[in-house]
């Protein structure tokens, strides 16, 4: 069921306000605790707090079902997308934004004595990624059947992976560099415990992807200051 949520209280939409729904799944730092929390949501209040033509709302969404909720215009856009992540290859119409940031996944696992040779081989390790996101080690592709044949588990949110991963239930999770950043600055003491790849799975160029139909252009958007938005 799709979770619709007005992210600011203090800009309500009037009578003659258009609604944009904005899609979004589990994607820290962009998305956390199902919208609640995030980038996302910071800028869907910046977005209402600088015009009252548009209101702008929150659609929770998954990492599989995005495709199939964007086509069926359950949200009007989504933001923080990279259009190698499936989006290409479902051959789905969409404008795109310029580029909102670009970073990188990483994978991480515990220090100990080890060091990043530990990476180069995965065989017997016990691996875990997030159902619905795309990685080198899947070939950037989805589908169940590869990710089990490879004997790689997985999991729901970037904190719970690190957390498994500090409890010692799993051997190496991935994570972006940019929650890697955010995670570190937060529990300094972290970065003496992980031991980070030296090179990336892949990296990403993350951009809003807005459906044909919106009603608010990719113009209209860059006129309200988005890019200025996400960088501040």
């Not at 909720?69 to 856009?77: E, H, I």
């Not at 409890?167 to 003496?192: A, G, Q």
């Not at 892949?202 to 200025?228: D, M």
């Amino acid at each position: 069921m799709l979770i619709i949520l007005s992210l600011n209280a203090q800009a309500k939409a009037t009578d003659k306000s258009i609604v944009v729904r904005v899609g979004g799944y589990d994607f820290a730092p962009f998305v956390e605790k199902e919208g609640s929390e995030g980038v996302v949501r910071e800028l869907i209040a910046k977005l209402n707090n600088t015009q009252k033509k548009y209101h702008f709302e929150f659609v929770y969404t998954s990492p599989n079902r995005r495709y199939k909720d964007f086509k069926l215009r359950k949200f009007d856009m989504i933001f923080f997308e990279d259009e190698s992540w499936g989006w290409k290859d479902r051959k789905i119409n969409y404008a795109r934004t310029g580029i909102l940031t670009q970073g990188e996944e990483m994978a991480i696992a515990l220090k100990y004595d080890r060091d990043q040779s530990y990476f180069d081989n995965l065989d017997k390790k016990k691996v875990r990624i997030i159902l619905g996101f795309h990685y080198q080690i899947t070939d950037m592709k989805t589908d169940q059947d590869r990710i089990l044949k490879k004997g790689i588990e997985q999991g729901r949110n970037y904190h719970e992976n690190v957390m498994d991963l500090l409890d010692k239930k799993i051997d190496i999770t991935y994570v972006n560099s940019l929650y890697l950043k955010r995670m570190f600055e937060l529990d300094k003491e972290l970065k003496e415990k992980i031991l980070v790849a030296p090179k990336p799975d892949h990296s990403f160029v993350l951009r809003g992807l807005i459906h044909p139909s919106s009603p608010i252009t990719v113009s209209e958007l860059e006129k309200l200051g988005l890019n200025k938005m996400v960088e501040d």
